[in-house]
């Protein structure tokens, strides 16, 4: 019989001993319920060793089969499924539900470098003028600590500023450091872009 691409079905397992000694009609009852199931569970398909535990599978021709877990993922009967313990098609359902979820968070990280990539662009100048701050700090700085410059532009990649950040970039990018009539426009014009 063709044992490739097996569906696992169910999982099917006979009473204990202890229940056979204990209580032996209940024992029998289980077993033949199983049996009225599961007419060749007990038997291995696959190396005919008596078997406890079974696999119940379909064949891609639609028989069924019961094979042994061991044998089971020896042949590769749906490995992932008879591991965890579930039918193929509970594991189908949980692959498509993580995929889901992967596909989800593909579309989320794909949605954030495209808002950051966006804001890179809009605020090309504003940017560079924070990077050459951001050099020139460097010397009075603790060289690994990021400068205050860098923290800013970093924050402005990703949201708006708030009105103190803002202020901040506007004195940063001003030549004397204050607001004065010859720059109001452009400082007044800096401050408003990068709370947007
Ligand atoms: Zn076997």
Redesign the pocket.
């Known amino acids: 019989m063709n044992l490739r691409n097996l569906r696992v079905i169910a999982f099917v397992s006979f009473p204990s001993r202890e229940l056979q000694e204990s209580n032996p009609e209940a024992y029998q009852g289980a077993v033949s319920s199983i049996f009225a199931q599961y007419p060749n569970a007990g038997t291995?398909a696959?190396?005919?060793?008596g078997?406890i535990h079974n696999v119940i599978c379909k064949t891609p021709e639609g028989a069924e089969v019961c094979?042994?877990t061991?044998?089971a993922e020896r042949i590769g009967a749906d490995p992932r499924a008879v591991r965890a313990g579930i039918t193929s098609e509970e594991r189908e359902r949980r692959d498509a539900r993580q995929e889901a979820l992967a596909a989800e968070h593909r579309a989320e990280v794909a949605e954030r470098e495209a808002r950051v990539a966006g804001r890179r662009e809009k605020f090309a100048d504003i940017l560079a003028g924070l990077a050459d701050r951001a050099v020139a700090d460097r010397d009075t700085y603790n060289p690994n600590r990021e400068t205050f410059a860098e923290s800013l532009a970093n924050q402005l990649v990703e949201r708006p500023l708030s009105p103190r950040q803002a202020f901040f970039v506007a004195k940063m990018l001003s030549d004397t450091g204050r607001r004065n009539k010859k720059n109001a426009a452009t400082w007044d014009e800096i401050e408003n872009r990068v709370q947007s």
């Open positions: 291995c696959h190396c005919g060793m078997i094979i042994g061991q044998c």
